[in-house]
Nanobody, 114 residues
């Protein structure tokens, strides 16, 4: 079992920055990738960014050059710059184990005002 706890969401004006944090606990040795997903009202949950144990990253096209994912031991962060109103969503931390099992955090709200 892996437990994930996010923090760092909030309200910010367009063009501003936020940094999301996620702390993993439990069977962290089993984690392969960690990442962030988001879900806006009325939309499906979508990938924002992923990072593997080896440090390889993958970003959604919509956030490339604005968001940066980083990871150290049991922590993963998402630095979000140049935020846009369309970035407004609930952001979820995700971990995937070596055998493909997903764990999710409870989510943190990010609201970007225009």
């Amino acid at each position: 079992q892996v437990q994930l706890v996010e923090s760092g969401g909030g309200l910010v004006q367009a063009g501003g920055s936020l940094r999301l944090s996620c702390a993993a606990s439990g069977s962290i040795f089993s984690i392969n990738t960690m990442g962030w997903y988001r879900q806006a009202p009325g939309k499906q949950r979508e990938l924002v960014a992923l990072i593997t144990n080896g440090g390889r990253t993958n970003y959604a096209d919509s956030v490339k050059s604005r968001f940066t994912i980083s990871r150290d031991k049991n922590m993963v962060w998402l630095q979000m710059n140049s935020l846009k109103p369309e970035d407004t969503a609930v952001y979820y931390c995700n971990s995937t184990t070596h055998w493909g099992y997903d764990y999710w955090g409870q989510g943190t709200q990010v609201t970007v005002s225009s």
